[in-house]
């Protein structure tokens, strides 16, 4: 080895350093989480309207996992078409939003093991008689709405075969396209399903007579830091194990989608 060569192995040791350095270690050292989340998900990250506080099951795990760090907690606004790049471009650490697994993600973003499972649901308006039960929805005539971004774009593609597809650019688009009867039915999950009932006067849930299509929830980090996505997985051993997650998904009223093991 040379004298140059040491001397520049020298020089470039602490950029080698602070680049293989986790994202756990800046968390601790700058003693901040933050954390994507999106703002108008019921039952797991929703910004009530009237008290301007996160409620929902993953923003208040998230508040569990920065105590577990000691560090302080930092939301970041996000949305189900932009998490991706909020989670590769650094904007956040982690994604903690119900997030569904599924295979086009998979190749972008790492997976936690999964908190939640949820099926698939409709929802349509009480005085639509076109749609009386599951059945009713992939027929001809019948316009069904989705998210864009969301992963119900991609399993209804597959499945519809009769019914028209109507993808929209966002959640409250497809409330509007079926509360407005331009839409007979929008695709979603029991969260939000949940909201719906809850808080408007118009709204029929359908349900799927048997299982239609399950996805699993979990969280997303970056690829490539397996000592920070360790850590993510003992905090989600932990509160299996110590009761935290069933205590948060009763306090949200989430028992039927939550995955105790």
């Not at 349509?124 to 069904?144: A, L, P, S």
Request: hydrophobic share 40%.
């Amino acid at each position: 080895m040379t004298l140059k060569f040491l001397i520049v192995l020298i020089f470039l040791a602490p950029f080698y350093l602070f680049a293989q350095e986790s994202k756990l270690d800046k968390i601790i050292l700058e003693k901040n989480l933050k954390v994507c989340i999106w703002p108008e998900y019921f039952g797991i990250s929703y910004l009530d309207p009237r008290t301007q506080k996160l409620i929902g099951i993953d923003s208040d795990l998230a508040k569990e996992l920065a105590k577990d760090l000691k560090v302080n907690l930092e939301f970041v606004e996000s949305s189900f078409p932009t998490f991706i790049s909020d989670i590769i471009e650094n904007r956040c650490d982690i994604a903690m939003f119900a997030i569904g697994n599924t295979e086009s993600r998979r190749t972008k973003v790492r997976f936690t093991t999964p908190h939640l499972e949820s099926d698939i649901y409709a929802i349509t308006t009480k005085n639509n008689k076109k749609i009386e039960n599951w059945d009713d929805i992939d027929k001809e005539g019948i316009v069904v709405a989705i998210a864009k971004g969301t992963y119900h774009e991609p399993v209804m593609k597959e499945k519809l075969k009769n019914a028209k597809l109507l993808v929209v650019n966002s959640m409250h688009a497809r409330e509007q396209e079926v509360e407005s009867g331009r839409a007979d039915v929008f695709m979603t999950d029991y969260p939000f399903a949940k909201r719906m009932l809850a808080q408007t006067n118009w709204a029929k849930l359908i349900s799927p007579k048997s299982t239609y299509h399950l996805t699993s929830y979990a969280w997303t980090v970056a690829y490539g830091d397996d000592k920070f996505y360790n850590r993510i997985e003992k905090f989600i051993s932990d509160i299996k194990i110590d009761g935290r997650l069933y205590e948060i998904a009763k306090q949200n009223e989430l028992m039927p989608i939550v995955k105790l093991k």
